[in-house]
């Protein structure tokens, strides 16, 4: 089957920086998407990696290793509004998005 | 302001209702999607149209039914609410149904069936 496995919940520091990884097992592969979620709202589009190799977008940075399956999203300078869950979801060989639970991040001051 | 509107954003329903959640988009995507949201689960996608006129089964397909008559709207219906539907429903689009496109998701539709 297919399946997507990051972290459940993770906790950080106002001005640190975190980690949140994505494994994943798909039948093919044509992308994955990392998406941000605040309590109540809409998912909203962060990142998209389809090549290995990091992916730098302002405070918010992407890597994807397709041969390890494995995907990180990497987030500086923290800060309280960056509270939220993150979605990865991969793109598999019928162009479907297969998403992750989510991780749950939650900032303390 | 561009974007995705859904309809109702929560609804209670008593089982046995039929439900129709309204999606439409005005950016002129052709791949539209419906997808529910259940806590400690993925988003996983209920019934999908790549195109006016043509739709497809996602994963958790049963007990709805949807429709796009238009490039616009695309409303998922619930033939016969049961209590297992309860969940969060986001409508989403994207320009094409591949490539690189990102998803634009609706603020999501809030259903409790009782």
């Known amino acids: 089957g297919q399946n997507i496995d990051q972290p459940t919940e993770m906790t950080a520091t106002e001005g640190a920086i975190v980690q949140i990884n994505c494994t994943y097992q798909?039948?093919?592969?044509?992308?994955l998407f990392w998406y941000q979620q605040h309590a109540g709202e809409a998912p909203t589009f962060l990142s998209y990696?389809?090549l290995d190799g990091l992916e730098e977008k302002g405070r918010f940075s992407s890597f994807l290793s397709r041969s390890k399956g494995y995907s990180y999203l990497l987030l500086k300078e923290l800060q309280m509004k960056d509270s939220a869950s993150y979605l990865c979801?991969?793109?598999?060989?019928?162009?479907?998005?297969?998403w992750g639970a989510g991780t749950k991040l939650i900032i303390k001051p | 302001i561009a974007g995705i509107t859904q309809a109702p954003t929560s609804q209670i329903l008593a089982a046995g209702r039929r439900m129709t959640l309204r999606c439409t988009q005005d950016?002129?995507?052709?791949?539209m999607y419906w997808y529910r949201q259940d806590l400690g689960l993925g988003l996983r996608l209920i019934h999908y149209?790549?195109?006016?006129?043509?739709?497809g089964k996602g994963e958790v397909p049963d007990g709805y039914s949807v429709s796009r008559a238009n490039t616009d709207d695309f409303p998922l219906t619930l033939a016969s609410a049961v209590p297992s539907q309860t969940s969060v429903y986001f409508c989403?689009?994207?320009?094409?149904?591949?490539?690189?496109?990102?998803?634009?998701f609706g603020e999501g539709s809030r259903l409790t069936v009782l």
């Open positions: 989403a689009s994207s320009a094409e149904a591949g490539g690189t496109g990102e998803l634009f």
């Open positions: 979801a991969v793109r598999d060989s019928n162009y479907q998005l297969i």
């Open positions: 149209s790549n195109t006016a006129g043509t739709t």
């Open positions: 798909t039948s093919g592969f044509n992308g």
């Open positions: 950016m002129r995507h052709n791949a």
């Open positions: 990696n389809v």
